[in-house]
């Protein structure tokens, strides 16, 4: 199994389970746009994420469940040069699955697409 498959299941066992981490319901994935997902590649974010470059997920995810009711359905970190955008799925109390993007170098929410979107706010 490859080091980063053992990283992630490390990380869904040192998650708390609850409502806001379902770790059933979650589904992990790391993209890497335009380069294969390696090794170096999760090293190198972990080392921004370290170094106070990336905000770390966790925090993006106190911020959704802050504002937002949902599920967490599916988290993308997505790398295109030097830019990190976090991508998140959410399911809504209503059945509703809606995504939101964060800056991944300073947290900032970019947008949300989805379906009764004001329907999950808190």
Avoid at 37 to 65: F, N
Avoid at 74 to 92: A, D, S, T
């Amino acid at each position: 199994m490859s080091k980063i498959l053992r990283h992630f299941k490390k990380l869904l066992r040192s998650v708390p389970r609850g409502p806001r981490r379902n770790v059933t319901g979650l589904t992990l994935v790391l993209l890497l746009a335009g380069s294969a997902v390696g090794d170096q590649h999760w090293e190198s974010l972990h080392g921004e994420v370290h170094r106070g470059e990336v905000v770390p997920l966790d925090t993006i995810l106190d911020w959704l469940e802050a504002n937002y009711i949902g599920e967490v359905l599916e988290v993308e970190v997505e790398r295109e040069g030097g830019y990190v955008e976090y991508e998140i799925k959410l399911l809504g109390p209503q059945g509703q699955v809606v995504e939101f993007e964060f800056d991944g170098h300073n947290g900032q929410l970019m947008s949300i697409e989805g379906v009764r979107i004001n329907d999950m706010r808190r």
